[in-house]
């Protein structure tokens, strides 16, 4: 089976297994655990922010940030189409009494969609404590923000609407690497950003979370109140570290891979839309004839997991552990899965 459900599906290769059978480990809650340390402070460096706080999933990093910049009974400027919308149940009213105040419009956030669901003041409507970004966009496919629309809507958000930012970043590594921006560019744009390993990096889980040293102060509490706090975290930390050693530049692989395979799709069935993608996520829209359960389960007959996003698109992620010839395997079957015979 090739499996390009998604990048979350990559396994642990030896030499990361091995680099967390010899991690030094301590206690995190207690005093702290070296290694986990050592990758906040690398990955606060990456990311030019005073501190970095691990923590076990990208969803937990986004809770972190809602609860330091959120206010009770206030809006979250959110994508319609992000993470923390769809696919987080509901943390941000949960966890943080928020309610998404949503921007439409666009595949992802832009200035102009930002700036169109600003509310005209009133002592009735409601008001908001922070502006969500998320880079690359899940939903819109590993879309890419260009840090020059990243740049005008931060600038918007904290000159304008003086609002903090959270970022969502769980793949901010796939848009370094595709457009050669560097990490800290990005997150200058944000007030605290959350970065996964899980994803292409491969570790077999964590995230983390940075941010100014207050708000990772404040940050350190709600993970600990979210139930976070971990001790010998070290035995993760250390796959964190070696993805981000090893794994980081090859991401190029994985986009070189889902461009070729958008290429064959897109030549080899007419009346699919393959967006065409900026990183390692590739989603196909279908025409009418045909549904995305029924290609998936085609697809997988022929030997190629691939995800239905919903009923009318199907996603299918390049990954560590998909070679390129995989990949191409996977185009050809999914040409013929698509065209239905
Ligand atoms: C995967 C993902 C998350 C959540 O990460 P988990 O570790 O699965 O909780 C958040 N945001 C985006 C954009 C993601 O793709």
Not at 100 to 118: D, H, I, N, Q, S
Not at 265 to 282: C, E, L, Q, Y
Not at 309 to 326: E, F, G, N, T, Y
Request: glycine content about 8%; hydrophobic content about 45%.
């Amino acid at each position: 089976m090739i499996d390009l459900r998604s990048d979350t599906v990559t396994k642990p290769t030896p030499a990361m297994r091995r680099a967390m059978a010899e991690a030094e480990v301590g206690d995190d809650v207690l005093d702290g655990d070296p290694t986990v340390l050592a990758l906040q402070e690398r990955v606060a460096a990456m990311l030019g922010k005073e501190r970095a706080l691990f923590v076990p999933t990208g969803t937990m990093g986004n809770a972190c940030g809602l609860w330091v910049h959120g206010r009770h009974g206030t809006e979250a400027y959110a994508h319609d189409d992000s993470h923390i919308v769809n696919w987080e149940i509901a943390g941000l009213a949960g966890l943080r009494g928020l309610q998404p105040r949503m921007v439409r419009g666009a595949p992802v956030m832009t200035l102009e969609t930002l700036k169109a669901a600003v509310r005209s003041p009133s002592k009735h409507a409601p008001t908001a404590s922070v502006v969500c970004f998320e880079n690359t966009h899940n939903g819109a496919g590993g879309m890419v923000t260009p840090i020059a629309e990243l740049r005008a809507m931060a600038d918007f958000a904290r000159s304008t609407l003086k609002l903090p930012i959270h970022m969502d970043g769980a793949r901010l590594w796939n848009a370094h690497v595709a457009t050669g921006t560097p990490l800290a560019d990005f997150a200058e744009c944000a007030d605290t950003v959350m970065v996964s390993f899980s994803k292409g990096l491969g570790a077999p889980l964590g995230a983390v979370v940075a941010g100014s040293a207050a708000h990772i102060e404040e940050a350190f509490s709600a993970r600990k109140r979210f139930g976070g706090g971990m001790r010998q975290s070290g035995i993760v930390a250390a796959a964190a570290l070696h993805g981000l050693e090893h794994h980081l530049d090859r991401l190029a692989d994985d986009h070189a891979n889902a461009k070729r395979l958008a290429r064959i799709i897109a030549d080899g069935v007419s009346d699919v839309r393959v967006v065409p993608p900026d990183t390692n996520i590739v989603m196909i829209d279908l025409p009418a004839r045909i549904d995305a359960p029924a290609v998936t389960a085609k697809a997988k007959a022929l030997g190629v997991m691939i995800s239905a996003w919903h009923d009318k698109r199907v996603r299918v992620v390049c990954h560590l552990d998909a070679s390129a010839a995989q990949v191409d395997e996977a185009a050809r079957v999914m040409v013929q899965a698509l065209k239905g015979d």
